[in-house]
T-cell receptor, first 113, second 112 residues
Framework: ETGVTQTPRHLVMGMTNKKSLKCEQH?????MYWYKQSAKKPLELMFV???????ENNSVPSRFSPECPNSSHLFLHLHTLQPEDSALYLC????????????FGDGTRLSIL | EDKVVQSPLSLVVHEGDTVTLNCSYE??????LLWYKQEKKAPTFLFML????IEKKSGRLSSILDKKELFSILNITATQTGDSAIYLC????????????FGAGTILRVKS
């Protein structure tokens, strides 16, 4: 148990569907992150929120839309995804406002049909 | 382009062996180097290194950074089957500290 909870654990969707990934942490951390982990590729940073404000958008296509309604919750809204978007999406958090992530969730395994 | 390279890509050892995992980097604005262990899903944080030559230890794991030669090693002594995992190296690259560049990882399998 890392303190970071992601739901759902697995998601299969068509290219025209709209779905959302959810991340929740009750560690009192100030920063939350979305990472993408594809097969045989390094972890890629997607978005960073610090104190509910987006501070990093790492050239991610607009079909991925993050939302951070409060410091404990982070969403990733998905719309008209492509097959190459199939991957493990990891959420992470860190205590400070400007440090590396220290706690990761178990991820959502996303498959695009 | 910032780059982190880990070697070997995979490794199979027997219980009790000692292993050394390597991480080299080329980045424009180095802040720190981090090691994570990824077993089933969630990477877990192991070490954060900022200064050259100072070894960090946690049980059977230790790590050291060489900022002149731009690399780090992670040592695991007396390996156990529970050490089987992917070991990820990442470099923190900007002043704000939010951006990590990850290596592809080393897959370690410890056989009993």
């Amino acid at each position: 148990e890392t303190g970071v909870t992601q739901t759902p654990r697995h998601l299969v969707m068509g290219m025209t569907n709209k779905k959302s990934l959810k991340c929740e942490q009750h560690l009192g951390h100030n920063a939350m992150y979305w990472y993408k982990q594809s097969a045989k590729k390094p972890l890629e940073l997607m978005f960073v929120y610090s104190l509910e404000e987006r501070v990093e958008n790492n050239s991610v296509p607009s079909r991925f839309s993050p939302e951070c309604p409060n410091s404990s919750h982070l969403f990733l809204h998905l719309h008209t995804l492509q097959p190459e978007d199939s991957a493990l999406y990891l959420c992470a958090s860190s205590p400070g406002t400007g440090g590396p992530p220290q706690h990761f969730g178990d991820g959502t395994r996303l498959s695009i049909l | 382009e910032d780059k982190v390279v880990q070697s070997p890509l995979s490794l199979v050892v027997h219980e009790g062996d000692t292993v050394t995992l390597n991480c080299s980097y080329e980045v424009t604005n180095f802040r720190s180097l981090l090691w994570y262990k990824q077993e089933k899903k969630a990477p877990t944080f192991l070490f954060m290194l900022t200064s050259s030559g100072i070894e960090k230890k946690s049980g059977r794991l230790s790590s050291i950074l060489d900022k002149k030669e731009l690399f780090s090693i992670l040592n695991i002594t007396a390996t156990q089957t529970g050490d089987s995992a992917i070991y990820l190296c990442a470099v923190e690259v900007d002043e704000y500290g939010n951006k990590l560049v990850f290596g592809a990882g080393t897959i370690l399998r410890v056989k009993s």
